[in-house]
């Protein structure tokens, strides 16, 4: 049925949920700032989920999870990303490249469980670093709607003040809520800002004093967060911390090697380095298969998580969620097959 | 005919067709979601267009209009989007509405069943007598090869039955009927399969003769002639181009024992030879879903079936570099030479039975003597 809508508008639909950029700011020197206006399917959002977005490259559909980073309150329903532009990444530059207002996308429903408990806590600590700033950010506007009056500080860590997205509203916040207090950590830059270099355990104590009483949210780099987890595992607080990892860790495969554990739903072997059409055999398992030689498609299933190499032509596929065809496709390493 | 190649030579020419699929591989990009997309815009139009005007059905030009469009948009659903869609052309793209394996199409024949009768049986044993049954579907003889008995004196009859009902012909495939007769499968296997072709076939007759018709009101009758015409137009069609791709004169077929342990250059070249080509312009290409193009379709069944054209006078070369014959023609000469074959074979044949002669002869090469 969308697809005969579609010849009307694209924005018309049954089923899909899609959404159309309505809005592009460059707000950074590698960010786009976003406004999408998603079609009637969407449910809203809780502040710190994410949603999966979907745009076609050179024919393609890819998708990526991003952040809203706006109040979950928003009176006009409609979205806001920040999304910067990573050097390795082809969606995140495509569209730092190409969003203009117009433009429609594919859209999910928000999931994950990076949000905030009602009642909210008291106080609250909000710590991001570089383009994680998106779900806190969400969190801090989502607040400040509710009229929040608990103590709140948000501490970022960016490269430089010119790094911050959203920097001259940050100190709208700070300045016109009392209860707000704005922490800029820089890394790369000595003056301004309130902290300087990496972090460490004495920037919680400056900035939020009563952390250990306090509730936690974070997102940033692995290195950030790695470093403030064990920091509090430390102090035994492990339970006040929560957080969300938006960057998935890239796997380069060496040469022919077969590495890791080889998922087929619940039943886990180690890999062998054959395809998984053999591997799931040899697991006991049953799947359904044909020509056994890459032509006819029975045997596709959906790779939920790792990589995998097509054994005729050599080529990758790192992609969660996409279709292989079993009979062709050996893991490289660690993967999750949904049979 | 009988071409005689070294191990090393069918090595080779494997070799050669991979990297063929390689380049297209590598290019697919934007050009190929753009058509396709175009393609399908089309027959929306055409359908929603036909429909439309089928609302004045009573009206000989609005009914002559309606069921022309109709008709085009049955072809282009069932050829260049259906067929080729679930054959996972359009798989690379990851585009929900365009996987194979959730696909579904506008005929009598459940999408499920199709890709199992059709991509894996026929396209993996391609030709192969007794294991293809798509060589006379199992009601035809279409082979010397084929035990003649009388029942084959009809022929010519069953063809054209099969032609005029080809969605329900290719609806009751997957249920290998003549194994039933002759008792190598069970009643009780089929019982899901029949079931999936109720529901289709229920769904089908639903739409095209009780609700499109009822929506026309006074004019029930002339929408449900239009409509069982354009099945009808499309059933012609799509039975025409399907039985030149495999059986003009020339086509080879295969035996069991010759195609055991076959490496990849010799299921390449089955391929090749199992099929035949229909020459034409743009628009009979894209009409036939491009299976005018059947040999480098049967060599690729999951590239995108519009560079089948370009990568056609590659194929050819190669073809006459091994000395491989590529079997191509004007659609009335192979259309043709179909139903010559259909009427000669209703008759047993002259010399008594006949395997299939050899396509291939391999003969050991220096790998072997080393």
Not at chain 1, 66 to 76: G, K, L, M, N, V
Not at chain 1, 275 to 292: H, I, N, S, W
Not at chain 2, 252 to 270: D, H, K, L, P, V
Not at chain 2, 289 to 316: C, K, M, T, W
Request: glycine fraction near 8%; proline fraction near 5%; include cysteine.
């Amino acid at each position: 049925m969308d697809r005969y809508l579609e010849l009307i508008n694209p924005m018309l639909t049954v089923r899909e949920l899609r959404a159309e950029v309505t809005r592009v700011e460059r707000s950074t020197a590698d960010s786009v700032t976003l406004t999408l206006r998603p079609t009637r399917q969407w449910r809203g959002f809780q502040a710190g989920q994410y949603v999966e977005l979907s745009v076609d490259i050179d024919g393609v559909r890819r998708s990526r999870c991003f952040s809203p980073c706006c109040s979950q309150h928003r009176a006009d329903g409609r979205i806001e990303l920040t999304v910067k532009a990573h050097p390795e990444g082809l969606v995140s530059q495509w569209l730092y490249a190409n969003a203009a207002p117009g433009l429609v996308v594919g859209l999910s429903q928000a999931g994950g469980n990076f949000h905030l408990p009602t009642p909210r806590p008291e106080r609250i600590l909000l710590i991001s670093g570089g383009s994680g700033i998106t779900p806190v950010l969400s969190m801090l506007r989502t607040l400040v709607d509710e009229g929040y009056r608990g103590e709140l500080v948000f501490l970022h860590y960016s490269f430089t003040e010119a790094d911050v997205a959203h920097l001259a509203e940050l100190r709208d916040l700070a300045a016109t809520h009392g209860n707000v207090r704005l922490v800029l950590a820089y890394t790369r830059q000595t003056e301004g800002g309130d902290l300087h270099g990496l972090f460490e355990e004495t920037h919680l104590a400056d900035s939020a004093p009563w952390y250990a009483e306090a509730q936690t949210y974070l997102c940033g780099p692995p290195g950030l967060m790695a470093t403030i987890r064990a920091h509090y595992a430390a102090k035994g607080i492990e339970d006040a911390l929560h957080t969300e990892e938006f960057t998935l860790p890239v796997f380069t495969p060496a040469d022919g090697d077969a590495t890791g554990q080889v998922r087929f739903g619940d039943t886990v072997v180690e890999n062998s380095g054959a395809t998984l059409l053999e591997q799931a055999e040899a697991a006991g398992l049953t799947p359904e298969y044909g020509c056994r030689m890459g032509i006819c498609f029975t045997c596709t299933k959906v790779k939920t998580s790792g990589c995998t190499r097509n054994v005729r032509t050599g080529d990758l596929n790192r992609d969660p969620d996409t279709e292989v065809q079993l009979c062709i496709s050996a893991p490289v390493g660690d993967v999750a097959i949904d049979i | 005919m009988t071409v005689t190649l070294t191990e090393e030579q069918i090595d080779e020419l494997g070799r050669e067709l991979d990297a063929i699929r390689q380049r297209v591989v590598e290019d697919l990009g934007e050009d190929d979601r753009r058509y396709i997309y175009n393609v399908i815009k089309a027959q929306r139009a055409f359908e929603a267009g036909g429909r439309a005007s089928l609302m004045l059905s009573a009206l000989p030009p609005f009914w002559l209009l309606g069921t022309a469009a109709l008709s085009l948009s049955k072809i282009l659903d069932n050829m260049e989007i259906g067929h080729n869609v679930m054959h996972g052309q359009y798989d690379w793209m990851r585009d929900p509405a365009l996987a194979s394996k959730k696909f579904e199409w506008d005929t009598a024949c459940p999408a499920d069943q199709w890709r199992h009768s059709h991509n894996y049986m026929h396209h993996t044993y391609t030709n192969i007598v007794d294991k293809d049954r798509d060589i006379g579907y199992g009601i035809l003889r279409m082979d010397p090869s084929q035990k003649w008995n009388p029942y084959y004196l009809g022929n010519p009859v069953w063809a054209f039955l099969l032609m005029t009902l080809f969605e329900y012909g290719v609806a009751l495939h997957d249920l290998e009927t003549e194994n039933i007769i002759s008792g190598k499968r069970k009643m009780s296997e089929n019982r899901d399969l029949l079931r999936g072709i109720r529901r289709k076939v229920g769904r089908q007759v639903l739409k095209d003769y009780v609700l499109f018709p009822l929506l026309t009101g006074p004019q029930f009758v002339s929408t449900l002639t239009a409509n069982a015409t354009a099945n009808l137009v499309r059933n012609l069609w799509a039975y025409s181009i399907i039985f030149c791709g495999h059986f003009p004169t020339g086509v080879a077929t295969f035996t069991e024992e010759e195609t055991e342990n076959e490496s990849r250059g010799q299921w390449y070249i089955r391929q090749m030879m199992g099929s035949a080509n229909i020459t034409g312009g743009n628009l009979f290409h894209i009409m036939s879903g491009n299976l005018s193009h059947q040999i480098e379709h049967h060599l690729f069944p999951d590239l995108p079936a519009r560079r089948y054209r370009e990568i056609a006078p590659d194929v050819r070369a190669l073809c006459e570099k091994y000395g491989l014959p590529y079997n191509t023609g004007r659609f009335s000469k192979q259309i043709g030479s179909t139903w010559a074959k259909i009427f000669k074979l209703a008759l047993p044949n002259r010399g008594g039975d006949t395997a299939p002669t050899p396509a291939v002869t391999v003969v050991p090469g220096l790998r072997d003597a080393a």
